[in-house]
Structures are given as C-alpha cells and as structure tokens.
C-alpha cells in the first residue's frame, strides 16, 4: 500500500504543478516521497531535500540548494540560483548575475557563500574552491552585459572592472579575443604560460612579466627589438637608403654587395664595414 | 519500461536509516552517508555529499559530483564531466579541487584548478588550466603538454577566422610566427645583440656573447664581437682622424 502511495504521489509530481521529494518521516523514520506543490508556478523539478522558489521552470537536483528564480536548474548540494538563466552544477555556489552557467565547486569547511561576486554574464564558468570561475568560457566577446552568439573566447584567471550602476567589481573578457590568460603576479614569480612535452620538459614559456622562453628554435616574420639588428637590403642603391631606424641596423647592397651598419639614426647615418 | 505494461514506471529505492538520499535509476548502489544521491544506472555512490548523474560511475570519495559515464574520481573535492573509455577503464580524476573534463579517456584532457598549488592546498580565488597533462606548475595560468616528443604534435595552434596559421608551436619547442614579434630584447645565441654607447673609445663594454655589435653612436665606430672578454670587439669601418680629413679638405680646396 505504501508503494503504491509512493507511486502515486510521484506520478502527481510529474503531472507537473508539482514537485516531489524525499524527506525523512519523524514518525516513522523512513525516507518518503512526498508532493509539495507549487501554486501558480509552471512545472518545477525537486528532488531533494530543497527551497525551490515559485518561478516558472525551475528545477532542483541535489540537497540543501534554493533557487528563486526562473529559468534556473542546480544540480548538487548548497547552492542558491537567485538570478534568472542559470544552470549550476557542483556545490556551495551563489549566483549574482543572469545568464549563467556555472561548474563549480566549494567546501563546508572554507566558506558557503562562494562565487557571490564576479559572476559574467553569457558564460560558463568553471572552477573548484574559487569564489570566481578560474576558467571562463564566454559567448561573444563583449566586455559588457551583453554577449554576441555563435563566436567566443576562453577567459583563464581574472580580470575585473568596477561596474558602477551596479555597485560591484564584475569580471570579464577582453573584447574580441578568443583566448586571454591572466598571471597571478606581475612580479615574475609565476606564469602566464608554460608547455611542456609528454615527459614533463619544459619547451616553451611566458611568465607574467611577459618574458617568454622558447626552448626550440623561432621563426618570425619579422622581430622588432631595438636590441636586434634588422636587415634592409636593396640593389644598386648608393644613396644610403632608407634612413636608418636605429642603430645596429644592417643595409645591403645588393647590386655591390657592399655591407653597410648604421651609427647614426640619420640619413646617410650608415657605415660601410666591408673593404 | 515495465515489460507487462509497456510502459515507464517508477523505480524507487529507499534506504532507510540513512540521510535524505535521491536513488532515480536501476541497480544503483547508495551507502548510508549523508547527502548523496543518483540519477542514472548502474552507478555506485559510497561518499557523502557526492551524486552522479549518469550510468556506470562509481564515486567513493566525499563531496564529489560526477556528470557522464564510466566516471570514477579517485579524491575528494571534484567535479568529473565526460566518460571513460568503458566500464573497466574509466576517467578518473585523480586531482583534489579541480573540475576535470574529458571523452573516451582515462584521465581528463582538461583541468580546472582552483588556486595553482600542486597537491591538497588551493588559494583561493584564482586557478589555473592544465590541458593534457600531469599536475599544474605552481603559479601557473595554463599548462599545456604535447600528445608526443618528436615534432609530430602541437602544444598550440593559432588561426584567423578562415583557417589561416599564424603562430605555432610544435612538441619540440619549435615556435613560427608569421606576423611581426615586437620585443624589449631578443636573447638567443645565433641571434646578434646591439649594444650602443656615446663617446666610448674603449671598446667597452665586455661582449656577452660572440658576434654582438657595439656600436658607438658618438664616434661612429661599429664594432662585432670576436670573443667575450673585455676588448674582444674588432672594429669592422675605418674612422679616419679628424685632423687628417681637415687637412683633406683644405689640400682639396
């Protein structure tokens, strides 16, 4: 008889209207199923032992998770999606933003009230213990609220900017990039970048003052450096042309096969070094 | 399905003593820790604050959240998204507060970590991404590891909008870059360096390496280097003294 009231209690739920879960009994001490029906609200999902809210579709997967707005879905443990357009997954998260998608994770022990700032708008955000996705995926690359479909970009570490008519720092991705890296440090201590092969060696290196180390050799187009010679050439010209950009520069004449080096930034400034 | 009906019922496994757990599915096992719950077949939840959702994973470490097939994290304190190649070999996530994602493998092609340091620390707010390998570096953003050792793979890949490469960088190291590298300085050994002084006619300073150029912009003196100790730079152009092109002039006049 039991059973079958089990089940049709949670047939009832998914009618819709309605939500189900499983509670402890205080009697009885079973676990049961039982109905808890939201009036007014379209079809919600509770499984668990939750707070849904009374907006339209949406849905709750886990324990200990509330959600007061619309359009949202938790799936894990203490979270709270109190912002339009969310999708959370994981634990001890809390939403400040429409239009997320968050992968998260947190611990009892550190803090329940992660990820309450910095949420972006349009993105999936991902991280573990973090009270921001290390890791962003965005929609568009708008460095605003809003978001441009079907191109993106992947945020890795943060970049915040005040946003005054809200009150709040909010992260975001730069405009237009389809990868930004952000370092911890700006005092060379820790990296930007680092690839490695299969056996751990490092081949290829930028740290977050922007020295990069490539272990192999490098192929360019062209460097500019002022500490680099660059090479100009041209034949049959003896007019010394062009000018030279710096000094160190190298000019040949192709046509002479004369060598020359400037010494000087201006024009004529360049020194034949062969006999 | 319910094979008299035909049609889908319920399935419901309470277990009772335990705390509030959710069992959706078939032939799920649940332990009796708190908060743990399944959605799916076939998957084992032995860990409290753990669910999965899914079929065929197996979680028996806390506070674990697993989404796909064949999942099987091995630590506390992760997120797991994907699927193993089957149920004898599944992903496992082996690496404590991370997000791992992965398809048809072993382990997670893609990390998500919360702060950088290697093993059971985090800091905080800001992580890093490791792709394709073993434990992200300490205060590292992205780690990248190459599929193999001998220039057949890529560490990175960069593209504009029609396929067209710009820069790349194979598992050796090797990086090419069809645009312009703008750069504070160049250190590479095949590469010459310029060092510039004004009024220096005493070959100063010391070469760090053979074949870099002093030029001295007051004298006009270029100058390459033949060796790295102190005077080792051989001036290529001739500087004719001063007095001497006077006198030239004069005698021309």
């Known amino acids: 008889m039991k059973r079958i009231l089990i089940i049709l209690l949670l047939s009832i739920s998914l009618a819709g209207y309605s939500q189900s879960r499983l509670q402890l009994n205080p009697i009885t001490g079973d676990l049961e199923l039982s109905a808890n029906i939201a009036f007014m609200a379209d079809t919600l999902i509770n499984l668990g032992d939750n707070s849904p809210g009374q907006f339209l579709v949406n849905s709750l997967i886990g324990h200990n998770n509330s959600s007061v707005s619309k359009n949202s879905m938790i799936i894990g443990f203490n979270c709270s999606a109190n912002c339009a357009d969310n999708f959370v997954m994981g634990s001890y998260f809390k939403c400040s933003s429409d ?51 079907d191109i993106g970009g992947v945020l890795i570490n943060r970049y915040w900017t005040f946003k005054s008519y809200i009150n709040r720092y909010q992260y975001y991705a730069d405009s237009a990039l389809a990868l930004s890296v952000y370092s911890h440090n700006v005092d060379g201590s820790s990296y930007m970048m680092k690839l490695k092969d299969s056996e751990g060696v490092e081949k290829f290196s930028i740290n977050d003052q922007g020295a990069t180390t490539v272990a192999g050799s490098f192929e360019a187009g062209s460097v500019i450096s002022n500490y680099t010679p660059m090479v100009y050439h041209a034949a049959g010209d003896t007019s010394y042309i062009p000018v030279p950009v710096k000094l160190g520069d190298l000019y040949i004449d192709t046509s002479q096969k004369d060598v020359y080096i400037s010494n000087n930034t201006a024009r004529g400034g360049w020194q034949k070094v062969n006999e | ?55 065929n994973n197996t979680i028996t470490q806390d506070d674990n959240i697993v989404f796909g097939t064949y999942l099987a994290p091995t630590v506390q304190h992760n997120i797991t998204i994907g699927r193993g190649a089957d149920v004898s070999s599944p992903m496992v996530n082996s690496k404590y507060g991370t997000v791992g994602i992965g398809y048809f493998a072993t382990v997670p092609t893609l990390y998500v970590h919360s702060g950088y340091e290697v093993g059971e620390t985090y800091v905080g707010d800001i992580g890093g991404v490791s792709i394709g390998g073993p434990d992200l570096d300490t205060l590292t953003a992205l780690q990248l590891t190459s599929h193999a050792s001998d220039g057949s793979s890529y560490f990175l890949k960069m593209k504009d909008s029609t396929g067209v490469e710009y820069m790349t960088v194979d598992d050796l190291g090797n990086m090419v870059l069809s645009g312009v590298l703008t750069v504070d300085s160049l250190v590479c050994s095949h590469t010459p360096t310029i060092h510039t002084a004004v009024g220096d006619t005493s070959n100063y300073h010391t070469p760090n390496k053979v074949g870099d150029m002093f030029i001295d912009s007051s004298g006009g003196g270029v100058y390459v280097s033949t060796g790295t100790a102190r005077g080792d730079w051989v001036l290529l152009n001739v500087l004719l003294p001063l007095v001497f092109v006077i006198r030239r002039k004069r005698k021309t006049a």
């Open chain 1, 99 to 149: 239009h997320g998608f968050a992968i998260s994770g947190g611990s009892m022990e550190v803090s329940q009230t992660f990820n309450q700032h910095g949420r972006i708008p349009g993105s999936v955000g991902i991280g573990y213990f973090s009270q921001r996705g290390a890791m962003h995926v965005h929609s568009g690359y708008n460095s605003d609220d809003t978001y441009c479909g």
């Open chain 2, 1 to 55: 399905m319910n094979p008299e009906t035909g049609k889908f019922d319920y399935y419901i496994q309470v277990i009772p003593g335990s705390g509030t757990v959710i069992n959706f599915g078939s032939n799920n096992t649940l332990s009796g820790d708190p908060l743990n719950g399944v959605v799916g077949h076939n998957s084992t939840v032995n860990a409290a604050r753990s669910l999965s959702i899914g079929h």
